[in-house]
């Protein structure tokens, strides 16, 4: 019988900062033990239960519900919203500075070209020094049209300009690639407000950086409260990362990680799979 | 914010004079828990409260002085004996490498660090691009020292950043600081890892910057870590501290490098850099 007590409160303290060293977030992690603390206590171990697996198996639920929220398939999706005659399709991905936005837009284009679709880009980043270029030389690259202008430009015309060719086109896809910008920035979140009203898009995905700490938590919030977006993607993940920013994503908005980033190359994005970032975890 | 994680924690002892080892305890639990907050590294947090409860029971508390600031003026001179003495780079024959992992502000800071010797120091100074990898690197950098006094050296159509390196060296030659920009890599990616060898071993800089950003979680130790081995790095320039990242990781970088935090990065504008002061720098960590 698992008793409150010291010997238990050692215990989680030692999965606290187990769950913390993952980079997962104070809250979530609070919130995960909490969980924990109410599913463990009272309940009675069978007799050779291994109490480690026990918490293991408690654990993962845990996480596991709390990726499997809203989750949804980034291809399914798109290829519903085709079929259904709703095109073109509009993606916007946005987040604070170096995140992997723009490599990101590179490899979803690259993704949905391979699949038969039109895609065509626009080059909303008009702020960053090297911004156009940088989206211009990957559309060249992947022969994919890219809508821009000179740099100072207004970036919600940019994509209204997109929006218009890829309808005159008969395009399936319009990839809308924002300039980063910190979350406190006011100024900086209304312009993306602009971009939003003006594109109305069907889908905003949060790109996060698998890197980032607890600001993670920050960041997807407030893009959240001021935005809301549809999915995240988790970038960088062939890095050091633990990956626990999934999680305080995933945990401070509700919202899902859809897709997550694993290298520089065009092939380097996926389909997030909860299971495989739990695995990442508990190795 | 950390400071009220920690007034809180402290708010434990409030009004003792002294502890027993209970409380002690208590109030290290909710400090290492506000420290870790900040994204300082798990291992180091325990290290530090451990120390701080160690000073605790073996200081004298000066009359006059609650328990709660006592706590407080010891984390504060722990923090501070972390970050290490201040280094300043003096304005003359330097060659600088900038390296760090992938979108941390390396091309931003080397037109920042460029344009503040070049309008403060009146130094003349080059920069060479040597990132072969990224897309529109050496547009990036160029239309950041637009309308500055610093030459910019640079192939976009080269794939190769060594021989990049060799001829803008050569080129010049003459300059009081040369800076050089390099692609984002991770020690994971082995021909990044050749590459940043073979430019290290041509440069020879005698300034091996680290950057990273403010917003860098538990990961940031073990980065530092390797960047250490791969070329001894000289200094750490923390970025993107305008936004609400509080930057615990920096600490790691600059306990994994066994150097000091030289600049930090306050926007994306060639004019956001400022000297490090790390008086600045705890205050914001703990707010
Ligand atoms: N290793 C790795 N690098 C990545 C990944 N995604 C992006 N990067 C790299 O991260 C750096 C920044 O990527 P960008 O696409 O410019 O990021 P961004 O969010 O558009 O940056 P800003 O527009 O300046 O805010 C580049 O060097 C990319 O190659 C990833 O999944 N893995
Ligand atoms: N807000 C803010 N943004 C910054 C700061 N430093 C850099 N940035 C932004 O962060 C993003 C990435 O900066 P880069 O200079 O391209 O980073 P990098 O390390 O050279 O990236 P790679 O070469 O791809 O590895 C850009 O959007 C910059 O404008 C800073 O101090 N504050
Ligand atoms: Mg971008
Ligand atoms: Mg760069």
Same mark, same amino acid.
């Given at each position: 019988?698992?008793?409150?007590?010291?010997?238990?409160?050692?215990?989680?303290?030692?999965?606290?900062?187990?769950?913390?060293?993952?980079? +997962?977030?104070?809250?979530?992690?609070?919130?995960?033990?909490?969980?924990?603390?109410?599913?463990?206590?009272?309940? @009675?171990?069978?007799?050779? $239960?291994?109490?480690?697996?026990? +918490?293991?198996?408690?654990?993962?639920?845990?996480?596991?519900?709390?990726?499997?929220?809203?989750?949804? &398939?980034?291809?399914?999706?798109?290829?519903?919203?085709?079929?259904?005659?709703?095109?073109?399709?509009?993606?916007?991905?946005?987040?604070?500075?170096?995140?992997?936005?723009?490599?990101?837009?590179?490899?979803?284009?690259?993704?949905?070209?391979?699949?038969?679709?039109?895609?065509?880009?626009?080059?909303?980043?008009?702020?960053?020094?090297?911004?156009?270029?940088?989206?211009?030389?990957?559309?060249? @690259?992947?022969?994919?049209?890219?809508?821009?202008?000179? @740099?100072?430009? &207004?970036?919600?015309?940019? $994509?209204?300009?997109?929006?218009?060719?890829?309808?005159?086109?008969?395009? *399936?896809?319009?990839?809308?690639?924002?300039?980063?910008?910190?979350?406190?920035?006011?100024?900086?979140?209304?312009?993306?407000?602009?971009?939003?009203?003006?594109?109305?898009?069907?889908?905003?995905?949060?790109?996060?950086? %698998?890197? %980032?700490?607890?600001?993670?938590?920050?960041?997807?919030?407030?893009?959240?409260?001021?935005?809301?977006? *549809?999915?995240?993607?988790?970038?960088?993940?062939?890095?050091?990362?633990?990956?626990?920013?999934?999680?305080? +994503?995933?945990?401070?908005?509700?919202?899902?990680?859809?897709?997550?980033?694993?290298?520089?190359?065009?092939? *380097?994005?996926?389909?997030?799979?909860?299971?495989?970032?739990?695995?990442?975890?508990?190795? | 914010?950390?400071?009220?994680?920690?007034?809180?924690?402290?708010?434990?002892?409030?009004?003792?004079?002294?502890?027993?080892?209970?409380?002690?305890?208590?109030?290290?639990?909710?400090?290492?828990?506000?420290?870790?907050? #900040?994204?300082?590294?798990?291992?180091?947090?325990?290290?530090?409260?451990?120390?701080?409860?160690?000073?605790?029971?073996?200081?004298?508390?000066?009359?006059?002085?609650?328990?709660?600031?006592?706590?407080?003026?010891?984390?504060?001179?722990?923090?501070?004996?972390?970050?290490?003495?201040?280094?300043?780079? !003096?304005?003359?024959?330097?060659?600088?490498?900038?390296?760090?992992?992938?979108?941390?502000?390396?091309?931003?800071?080397?037109?920042?660090?460029?344009?503040?010797?070049?309008?403060?120091?009146?130094?003349?100074?080059?920069?060479?691009?040597?990132?072969?990898?990224? !897309?529109?690197?050496?547009?990036?950098?160029?239309?950041?020292?637009?309308?500055?006094?610093?030459?910019?050296?640079?192939?976009?159509?080269?794939?190769?950043?060594?021989?990049?390196?060799?001829?803008?060296?050569?080129?010049?030659?003459?300059?009081?600081?040369?800076?050089?920009?390099?692609?984002?890599?991770?020690?994971?990616?082995?021909?990044?890892?050749?590459?940043?060898?073979?430019?290290?071993?041509?440069?020879?800089?005698?300034?091996?910057?680290?950057?990273?950003?403010?917003?860098?979680?538990? #990961?940031?130790? !073990?980065?530092?870590?390797?960047?250490?081995?791969?070329?001894?790095?000289?200094?750490?320039?923390?970025?993107?501290?305008?936004?609400? #990242?509080?930057?615990?990781?920096?600490?790691?970088?600059? #306990?994994?490098?066994?150097?000091?935090?030289?600049?930090?990065?306050?926007?994306?504008?060639?004019?956001?850099?400022?000297?490090?002061?790390?008086?600045?720098?705890?205050?914001?960590?703990?707010?």
């Amino acid at each position: 019988m698992i008793k409150e007590g010291k010997a238990l409160n050692a215990l989680l303290e030692e999965i606290e900062w187990a769950m913390l060293e993952s980079d +997962i977030s104070s809250a979530a992690v609070s919130d995960v033990l909490g969980l924990m603390r109410g599913s463990l206590i009272g309940s @009675r171990l069978r007799k050779g $239960a291994n109490l480690a697996k026990v +918490i293991e198996a408690t654990i993962k639920r845990a996480l596991q519900s709390i990726l499997r929220a809203d989750y949804w &398939d980034f291809e399914a999706t798109i290829e519903k919203y085709i079929s259904e005659g709703d095109k073109p399709v509009i993606i916007m991905l946005v987040g604070v500075n170096g995140t992997g936005k723009t490599t990101t837009t590179a490899k979803i284009a690259y993704k949905l070209k391979n699949k038969g679709y039109t895609v065509v880009a626009a080059a909303s980043d008009t702020f960053r020094a090297g911004a156009i270029e940088q989206l211009e030389a990957h559309m060249d @690259r992947l022969e994919i049209k890219c809508i821009s202008s000179q @740099r100072g430009g &207004d970036s919600a015309a940019i $994509a209204r300009d997109a929006i218009s060719h890829a309808k005159a086109k008969g395009a *399936d896809v319009v990839l809308v690639d924002t300039a980063g910008r910190m979350q406190n920035k006011t100024n900086l979140m209304n312009e993306l407000q602009k971009v939003h009203r003006v594109t109305n898009p069907h889908l905003v995905l949060f790109v996060g950086d %698998a890197l %980032a700490g607890n600001d993670a938590v920050e960041q997807a919030a407030e893009f959240s409260r001021v935005l809301t977006f *549809d999915g995240a993607v988790l970038s960088k993940m062939d890095t050091d990362a633990k990956g626990g920013a999934g999680l305080s +994503i995933a945990h401070a908005t509700g919202k899902p990680i859809v897709l997550v980033g694993t290298g520089q190359e065009y092939t *380097d994005l996926h389909q997030f799979d909860p299971e495989w970032l739990l695995e990442q975890l508990f190795e | 914010g950390l400071r009220k994680g920690i007034f809180s924690a402290l708010s434990k002892i409030k009004g003792k004079r002294k502890l027993d080892e209970d409380e002690l305890q208590d109030m290290i639990r909710s400090l290492r828990r506000a420290l870790q907050e #900040a994204d300082f590294n798990v291992r180091q947090t325990k290290e530090l409260t451990e120390r701080l409860a160690m000073k605790m029971k073996e200081e004298e508390i000066r009359p006059g002085i609650t328990l709660q600031t006592h706590a407080m003026n010891i984390l504060y001179t722990e923090l501070v004996r972390l970050l290490g003495p201040p280094k300043e780079i !003096p304005p003359r024959g330097q060659t600088i490498m900038m390296v760090g992992l992938y979108g941390q502000g390396k091309t931003t800071t080397t037109a920042k660090l460029a344009n503040w010797w070049s309008t403060k120091m009146q130094a003349n100074v080059a920069v060479i691009e040597a990132d072969v990898h990224r !897309p529109g690197a050496f547009s990036q950098l160029s239309q950041l020292l637009e309308g500055t006094k610093v030459s910019v050296f640079g192939d976009p159509e080269s794939k190769d950043a060594v021989d990049i390196v060799r001829r803008g060296i050569e080129k010049h030659s003459n300059v009081d600081i040369l800076i050089i920009d390099t692609a984002g890599r991770h020690q994971l990616d082995e021909e990044l890892v050749v590459e940043l060898k073979d430019m290290s071993n041509l440069v020879n800089a005698n300034e091996r910057i680290l950057v990273i950003d403010a917003q860098v979680g538990q #990961a940031a130790g !073990p980065v530092a870590a390797s960047f250490n081995d791969l070329v001894d790095v000289t200094g750490v320039i923390v970025t993107k501290l305008d936004g609400t #990242a509080r930057g615990g990781g920096a600490l790691s970088a600059v #306990a994994a490098t066994g150097s000091p935090i030289l600049f930090t990065g306050e926007g994306e504008n060639v004019k956001d850099l400022e000297k490090f002061e790390s008086d600045r720098f705890i205050s914001r960590l703990l707010g």
